[in-house]
């Protein structure tokens, strides 16, 4: 072989192995381009471990947007709680501090451009829109902290601007501020918020879920510098705000009974007292008073035992204004008339059980309308027993006693009423004229609504309606009603009281111009410490006016009034609330002769 033919055979086979190895890189490239084209795929295509995801989440800055809580109005829309929205601005001077400037979105001719905006543009445009002195912002956004306070309380207007700024480092927080304008005016009925979020008490909490609202949310996407990415995710979802509670009181006749009842507790160191007043044709609660009524804006300031309404929490028995629920029913039962005669001793006894009245007297033909107007147990337990025990518990729950009345309050009490299988040889009697069963002063003027109402009981209402934040008014149905006793009985029983005011011992009711039907009441209240025996008395006068179409229920309640329980009367009370009520809502003076029933038989 020559020495040409071997450098031939040399060069091709070097030619070879540079092909080979050629293929070997470009396979191995191939690979490698694949393994990266796959992972590229996974990660950005499927995304199998949700890293791009994660990613997103860690770039978007979220930002609360709090509902508005709904507002507590009043009959005639008198503000009795509301909020207001603020914002605080804050600053994370980490970020702001470092950029010298920023991208943002404005508009240019109509179209969306990104804009070159310096660090001073910026500082400047903050303080015009917060209303600050520029070099003061200026000190507030630089530094090194993450967290700081640049303004407070700040309304939804001003911050939206803030936040149009989308200045790096600049961030919102949204506060509600609960505000009562009327104070103390049902305070207990409004209640208040726990830390300025939760309903604590009253309304605020058992309406707490109509009138918080739901908050809303502003999320925005930031870069790895901490800078608001201009093109990046911006989304808003609005905050709907809460709804308003509109109640069925009257502010300022509630302001009245208020004072009313306080000045009246005071003057008779009594332990506390109540007013309600009731609209008879509606069943709608005008005012319900108590005394030491907090102020929602500062609750602490009185007792725990205070800060309720015992308008329905506190039950109590409830005296001799329970009569005219005895009355009623040997009426309806056709057990007796409003002149029958019933021939009373000195001193009642009955199945060994002895009854007195709280004033001596003899032998006497009284009329039923007199055992009433004179307030006497003895002639009551006399009428009483012409009906069994069950009849006797029968028409206790037929006007609605040991039945809670629902109005929206929390804690309201049912009262007690104890089987009648239950009832021992005095209690069987003593439940006629309101001892041995207790209720709350709403029970007693629910009752007296259905005799003013031609003898159809109204479930007694507190909230009249729900006003959508778009004003769209939305009517609290009314509970059903139902007949107690017929139109002739509730008639014949207002006769009855109006009578107890013109012939009886209840004159201390009359209001000129009016015709006037009341009861009072006295009962024994048993000590708080669970002691035997009794500490004291519950005092209470119930009317209605005018009877020649009754408008509207008052009753006086005082616990534990001192001195003598004979001297003691809520009569000026009740004229001085039932007459402005009269006036408040323009009710014609009566027409047609008062009632008066005589009180003795011949």
């Known amino acids: 072989m020559s020495v040409a033919q071997g450098k031939s055979k040399a060069s091709k086979k070097k030619a070879a192995n540079a092909t080979k190895r050629l293929r070997l890189g470009l396979s191995i490239m191939l690979a490698l381009l694949l393994v990266v084209g796959g992972k590229l795929f996974l990660v950005q295509g499927l995304d199998v471990g949700g890293m791009a995801e994660a990613a997103l989440d860690n770039r978007l800055r979220p930002t609360v947007l709090p509902a508005e809580r709904g507002s507590i109005l009043d009959a005639g829309g008198a503000v009795l709680a509301n909020s207001v929205i603020r914002y605080n601005i804050t600053v994370d001077q980490s970020v702001n501090t470092k950029t010298e400037s920023f991208k943002r979105l404005e508009k240019v001719n109509g179209k969306d451009e990104l804009v070159t905006v310096s660090r001073d543009q910026g500082i400047a445009e903050l303080a015009a829109a917060l209303g600050m002195d520029t070099e003061d912002v200026r000190k507030s956004v630089t530094g090194t902290r993450t967290y ?25 927080e949204g506060t509600s501020k609960r505000v009562y304008p009327n104070g103390s005016v049902a305070g207990g009925i409004v209640g208040f918020l726990e830390n300025g979020t939760t309903g604590q008490a009253g309304l605020e909490q058992t309406q707490d879920e109509i009138l918080r609202g739901t908050a809303g949310k502003r999320v925005f996407e930031i870069g790895a510098d901490g800078l608001r990415i201009p093109v990046g995710i911006d989304e808003l979802t609005p905050a709907q705000d809460g ?60 007792a725990a035992k205070d800060r309720g309404v015992r308008s329905v929490t506190a039950a109590y028995e409830p005296g001799s204004v329970e009569k005219m629920i005895t009355a009623a029913a040997v009426i309806e039962e056709g057990k007796a008339k409003p002149l029958d005669t019933f021939v009373i001793p000195p001193s009642l006894v009955v199945d060994g059980q002895q009854f007195d009245d709280s004033f001596s007297h003899g032998t006497e033909k009284r009329t039923l309308a007199g055992i009433l107007g004179w307030s006497m147990n003895t002639g009551t337990v006399m009428a009483g027993q012409r009906l069994s025990k069950d009849q006797r518990h029968d028409w206790l729950q037929k006007f609605g006693i040991g039945e809670a009345p629902e109005i929206g309050l929390p804690a309201e009490a049912k009262g007690i009423l104890t089987p009648a299988d239950q009832w021992d040889g005095r209690q069987q009697y003593t439940v006629l004229f309101g001892q041995g069963v207790s209720q709350s002063t709403l029970q007693t003027v629910r009752a007296y609504q259905s005799i003013a109402n031609d003898g159809v009981m109204l479930q007694p209402r507190l909230i009249d309606s729900y006003i959508s934040p778009d004003g769209t008014e939305e009517k609290v149905a009314a509970k059903p009603s139902r007949r107690v006793v017929s139109e002739q009985t509730a008639q014949q029983v207002r006769d009855i009281l109006e009578s107890a005011v013109t012939e009886g011992q209840i004159k201390e009711a009359a209001i000129d111009g009016y015709r006037v039907g009341a009861k009072t009441g006295t009962s024994q209240s048993p000590c708080d410490d669970g002691t035997a025996g009794f500490c004291g008395y519950t005092a209470s006068m119930v009317g209605m006016a005018p009877m020649d179409d009754p408008r509207f229920i008052v009753e006086v309640v005082l616990q534990r009034p001192k001195g003598s329980i004979y001297g003691i009367t809520n009569g000026p009370v009740f004229r001085s609330v039932m007459s402005q009520a009269l006036r408040t809502y323009n009710v014609p003076p009566s027409k047609g002769t008062p009632v008066r029933l005589p009180q003795f038989a011949k």
């Open 148 to 172: 700081y306070i640049v303004a407070k309380d700040l309304r939804p207007d001003v911050e939206n601007r803030v936040s149009e700024l989308q200045i790096p480092g600049i961030f919102s």
């Open 243 to 302: 709804k308003d509670v509109k109640l069925t009181l009257n502010s300022d006749l509630q302001y009245f009974a208020q004072q009313a009842i306080q000045t009246q507790a005071d003057k008779l160191s009594a332990e506390w007292g109540v007013i309600i007043v009731s609209d008879v044709k509606t069943g709608n609660l005008i005012a319900m008073a108590d005394t030491n009524t907090p102020d929602p804006n500062d609750p602490g300031k009185v």
